[in-house]
Nanobody
C-alpha cells in the first residue's frame, strides 16, 4: 500500500506560480512511477504530467508543456509539480497518483491516489 498526501495548492493570479508536493509512504518509492492529474468542476479527470521511478522519463500534457515541470526526490519520498505562467484554465483539484510500473498518461493505470489539492487561478 502507498499513501499519498498532496500540499501546496492555493489561490494565485494569472501569470503566477505554485509548487505542489506529494509525500508518499513506503520504502520502495523509487520503484513507483508518479503522476499528476487534475479535475475541474463538471469535467473528467485529466492527465497533467508523469515521471518514471528513476526520474529519467517525463511526460506532459500539451496544455502544460513548457509551463509545468514534474520532478521527484526519492530520498524524501516526494514528487513535485512546479507550475509557472498559470492560467485561469489551470483551475482544478490536482491529484497525485502512483503505480508500480512504468510511467503512463492514463488515469486508469494508476493504483494509488491522494486526496487532492485545490488550485485556483484568478484572471
Amino acid at each position: 500500500q502507498v499513501q499519498l498526501v498532496e500540499s501546496g495548492g492555493g489561490l494565485v493570479q494569472a501569470g503566477g506560480s505554485l509548487r505542489l508536493s506529494c509525500a508518499a509512504s513506503g520504502r520502495t518509492f523509487s520503484s513507483y512511477a508518479m503522476g499528476w492529474f487534475r479535475q475541474a468542476p463538471g469535467k473528467e479527470r485529466e492527465f497533467v504530467a508523469a515521471i518514471s521511478g528513476s526520474g529519467l522519463t517525463k511526460y506532459y500534457a500539451d496544455s502544460v508543456k513548457g509551463r509545468f515541470t514534474i520532478s521527484r526526490g526519492n530520498a524524501k519520498n516526494t514528487v513535485y509539480l512546479q507550475m509557472n505562467s498559470l492560467k485561469p484554465e489551470d483551475t482544478a483539484v490536482y491529484y497525485c497518483a502512483a503505480r508500480n510500473n512504468i510511467a503512463t498518461r492514463g488515469v486508469e493505470d494508476y493504483e494509488y491516489w491522494g486526496q487532492g489539492t485545490q488550485v485556483t487561478v484568478s484572471s
